[in-house]
């Protein structure tokens, strides 16, 4: 569990980073989740994205991928959130 401080960090690491994760029309999938996934075993914190033409609040899209990638929620604003999970292996983020 992050505290506010950790979430504070982590905010400030993401500001300059580019989305990775686009959940459209499609909505979300198990292929989503995947793509999740492996995106934070390399990078540890992902930022994500709601396009327009979706159908899925991003609040339920956080909570879907954060169960189903065994990860956290950092924060979410309008329609971006950001998701982090501690590798063991390589820790980038020192928490």
Do not use: P, W
Request: proline share 0%; aromatic share 6%.
């Amino acid at each position: 569990m992050l505290n506010s401080k950790q979430r504070k960090y982590l905010r400030s690491k993401v500001a300059l980073m580019k989305d990775i994760i686009h959940i459209g029309k499609d909505g979300l999938s198990e292929n989503i989740a995947k793509q999740a996934d492996d995106a934070l075993e390399k990078r540890e914190l992902i930022k994500g994205k709601i396009q327009q033409n979706s159908l899925v609040d991003v609040k339920e899209a956080a909570s879907f991928l954060s169960e189903k990638a065994n990860c956290e929620i950092v924060c979410t604003i309008g329609n971006k959130f950001v998701l982090y999970r501690k590798n063991d292996d390589k820790n980038i983020y020192n928490l």
